[in-house]
């Protein structure tokens, strides 16, 4: 390829761990989240990680609470892309896992998230067996949905590679590469090179740093032309930042792309090359 393609940035807002007692700017309620995605879409972000919390402030997988949630955002910013979670450390009930993927058209999400195998988390498991891997993309693709493919292990590209191939995953793979957890692979460069060459040809993927990893692997998909995935779920704190919050990993995201030589994408080129309708 000839000089370096846009950069994607996806911000990741909420999660399932991060509280306000870790950082007073993580958004919880519908109606933070949805200021957050539109304020972190005005920053830079072409891409929307979506989790919600209930009124206690504890992940769910609630169908009124991602209505309250997407509605704001598909009025206020109908281009950006919307990507909902599917994890078990949510609910690792199978149907569960579905709710934000059956929601009525206008609030569809165009991405879901799906983690490519089991590992384990510091303080607990992520359960993803094979079979609720494949269905959870056979409803993606029933519902026009595009996975969004987490993978924390080398291992889970060749999930991937075998799961394209029984036709599950439409071209191009959209990969989000996540380092630093511990149980999973190290934030070294060399780690996130040895999956990027080992990803199918055309895939477009990112990378993610856990906790004090996040800049680094910003830096280093920057300059290694790949997107990033970047904010509050994986980094709720940051040091030497007292005032940390979404919208300045997406501005952080940005300034690294400028200083690595890139224009920042916006969420129309990234539908484009996600393979997805415009807005």
Not at 57 to 71: I, K, N, S, V, W
Request: hydrophobic share 45%; net charge negative.
């Amino acid at each position: 390829m000839d000089g370096y393609q846009p950069m994607i940035i996806n911000v990741a807002l909420t999660g399932v761990v991060p509280s306000k007692r870790d950082n007073p700017s993580v958004p919880l309620t519908p109606a933070e989240i949805a200021d957050d995605a539109i304020a972190c879409a005005d920053a830079g972000a072409a891409v929307v990680h979506l989790h919600v919390r209930d009124e206690e402030g504890q992940p769910t997988h609630r169908c009124d609470l991602y209505e309250a949630t997407l509605g704001p955002i598909r009025e206020a910013r109908p281009e950006l892309i919307l990507c909902i979670t599917t994890s078990s450390r949510v609910d690792p009930d199978r149907a569960a896992r579905m709710i934000g993927l059956e929601l009525s058209p206008p609030l569809r999400p165009e991405l879901a998230s799906l983690t490519l195998g089991s590992f384990n988390f510091p303080g607990v498991p992520s359960v993803n067996p094979p079979g609720t891997i494949r269905a959870l993309l056979e409803r993606m693709g029933e519902l026009a949905i595009r996975p969004e493919l987490e993978v924390f292990e080398l291992g889970m590209v060749n999930t991937l590679h075998a799961l394209a191939a029984q036709g599950l995953i439409p071209d191009p793979p959209i990969v989000n590469i996540l380092l630093g957890s511990m149980g999973s692979l190290p934030a070294f460069v060399g780690d996130l090179a040895r999956v990027v060459e080992r990803l199918p040809a055309g895939a477009e993927w990112a990378a993610a740093g856990v906790g004090i990893y996040q800049q680094p692997m910003t830096i280093a998909a920057a300059i290694m032309n790949g997107n990033v995935r970047t904010g509050l779920e994986d980094c709720p704190t940051r040091k030497g930042k007292a005032e940390w919050s979404n919208v300045a990993a997406v501005q952080a995201a940005v300034a690294i792309a400028e200083l690595s030589g890139r224009r920042v994408a916006t969420a129309a080129e990234a539908r484009c090359r996600f393979g997805l309708s415009p807005a």
